[in-house]
């Protein structure tokens, strides 16, 4: 009854990868995206601009604790979209919002609860009241915590979290057991 899902990085394997703010710690066999000319990056680009490239290139598109950091999230979430090929799937971890990871770093902008990302998501209450736009990503699944171990806490928290989110957040049971991370697997 109470599972703690991982989120399989092997989803990602034979697939034409764009790594955006992959920074100097790239995604091997992935086109690199960074705002800053560092070693591994393969173009340099502002994320809050247009993304230099053609509608549907890749396969997937990968952000490791990134988003959180973009002034024009609907924006790049858009220009996502855009860049991906049908059937390809958006991968971002960001950092939970009741972690001390989400506060600790001056230039986060946002922070990420399980249904932040709802708005960009067909037939999610806030995608179908409240969206930007008419570009949606047509699935959504969403793990708490996906590099570390199962135990049975774990298991309990995040199916309670994954089941009924706002009602966790929004109650004691998000400080009792924090999460770390969030990680989103959007398909286009």
Request: net charge neutral.
């Amino acid at each position: 009854m109470f599972t703690h899902k991982k989120f399989n990085p092997q989803t990602m394997s034979g697939k034409k990868i764009l790594d955006i703010g992959c920074g100097n710690a790239k995604l091997k066999g992935a086109v690199g995206l960074d705002s800053r000319n560092l070693p591994g990056v393969d173009v340099v680009s502002d994320l809050n601009q247009r993304l230099p490239f053609d509608n549907d290139s890749f396969d997937v598109v990968y952000a490791n604790q990134v988003l959180e950091h973009v002034q024009e999230l609907i924006g790049l979430l858009h220009e996502i979209h855009r860049v991906l090929r049908p059937g390809g799937f958006l991968v971002a971890h960001t950092p939970y919002f009741r972690s001390s990871w989400a506060h600790i770093d001056p230039t986060h902008v946002r922070h990420f609860t399980i249904s932040t990302l709802d708005y960009f998501v067909k037939g999610t209450y806030c995608n179908n009241e409240y969206k930007f736009g008419d570009v949606a990503f047509s699935r959504q699944e969403v793990f708490l915590d996906t590099d570390y171990r199962w135990s049975p806490a774990r298991a309990f928290f995040s199916t309670l979290a994954l089941r009924w989110p706002f009602r966790f957040e929004n109650s004691t049971l998000s400080f009792i057991y924090p999460f770390e991370q969030i990680t989103f697997v959007l398909t286009k």
